[in-house]
């Protein structure tokens, strides 16, 4: 056990040393998120059972049973050029994404779509699943 530990905390060394040509550590859940932490000030820690990440934007605690991936990246959180959900990409997700995204489903206007925004799921396929999550979206009352 000990040994584990002292292994994990070499590669969180060698982890920090690396970060400074990077500006973003990115994990990727095993759910398909991904959360992307900035390297300034960066400072990782563990438990038992969380990473606990602390920048200079706060402290961000990641369960170790959820990280799929952890990785340096450039590429920062606010490269989305689409709303997920705003399948007609109008910029707003309402009903009417609903309406296109079950058109396009039943094979009709299928041309003024955006296929990622339409994968509500985010699991890279565009189907049924999504329009119910699509409406559960609408109906919950935080906005995504
Ligand atoms: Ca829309
Ligand atoms: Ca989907």
Redesign the pocket.
Known sequence: MKKTIITMLIALVAICASAETYSYLKFTKTNGSTVTCSVEGIKLTYDYSNIIVTNAEGTTTIALADVQDMYFSNEGSTTPTYKVGDVNMDGDVNIADVTALIDYLLGGGASAINLNAA?????S???I??VTSLIDMLLSSTPQ
Do not use: A, Q, R, S
């Open positions: 994968d509500v799921t985010g699991d396929e565009v189907n699943g999504d």
